[in-house]
């Protein structure tokens, strides 16, 4: 059997495993129009993750995805509110929108489900919150996390408290800002609160102190596994230029 009839036999097997399976219909394009690469892409994107299961294939197959087909994820997310239309499906897509930079189509997305018994849903607030910061509208972000914070005590996010410090410090607020970066920085899953709680020490004239936040955050690093300090390198990378 030669080879273009071996290729084409594989083009026909995944175009009608597309149709089967009720996959996207670019992938017919994208699969007859570039033999090897729209095969070979869809093998990785659709098929593998089903057949591995694992993480690392998943991952592979989202970020070839991304590339093959970019809007597929916010896609599914519209798709998810026009069919469940409940909380979750809305918070996914103003995350899709948010990653996207679309802040304005992610805030209307979130203040469309705040209502009725979802009328102070934690998840909508923060991801509204979000999405305002990013916008420079630091008064609705506040607005929202400390709604979030009075209706929903026991939500307990690292990342929206870190983001009410920003909101403050970007704000203006900064004597409230830096009691909110003490009191997560010791709580936070990472570098970056503690970095930016030394930030603004050093912003208010208190160099002493900012410079021994930074000095305790890379030695917590340097005895930290070599998989935090990767995850980290950025915040890191900052702290010590903060104290050259």
């Known amino acids: 059997m030669s080879l273009i009839v071996l290729s084409l036999l ?7 495993h597309v149709l089967r399976t009720g996959r996207n219909t670019l992938w017919i394009l994208a699969i007859g129009l570039l033999p090897f690469a729209g095969s070979l892409a869809y093998l990785v994107v659709e098929i593998l993750p089903d057949l591995a299961g694992g993480r690392t294939a998943r991952r592979a197959g989202r970020g070839l995805g991304r590339w093959v087909d970019p809007d597929r994820s916010l896609r599914k997310a ?37 209502v009725g018994v979802f009328e102070h849903d934690p998840t909508l607030l923060h991801e509204l919150a979000r999405a305002s910061f990013a916008i420079g509208d630091y ?25 009410y410090a920003r ?37 208010l004239g208190r160099t002493e ?32 230029r903060e104290l050259g």
Do not use: M
Not at 95 to 107: D, F, H, N, P, S
Not at 211 to 239: C, D, K, T, V
């Open 78 to 114: 519209r798709t998810e509110v026009e069919v469940a239309g409940n909380v979750d499906a809305r918070r996914r897509l103003a995350e899709e929108l948010t990653r996207r930079g679309r802040y304005q189509e992610a805030i209307e997305v979130c203040r469309g489900g705040l």
């Open 139 to 163: 008064a609705g972000a506040r607005t929202s996390l400390e709604r979030l914070e009075r209706h929903n005590p026991e939500f307990g996010s690292a990342d929206a408290r870190l983001l």
């Open 209 to 240: 102190e900012a410079a021994r936040e930074f000095r305790e955050l890379l030695e917590a690093a340097r005895i930290s596994p070599a998989h935090y300090r990767r995850a980290q390198a950025e915040w890191l990378g900052i702290a010590r």
């Open 10 to 16: 594989i083009q026909v097997a995944l175009i009608v």
């Open 167 to 203: 909101t403050l410090e970007a704000g203006g607020a900064l004597d409230e800002a830096l009691r909110e970066y003490a009191k997560v920085a010791p709580v936070f899953p990472g570098a970056e609160a503690r970095l930016r709680y030394g930030q603004l020490l050093k912003r």
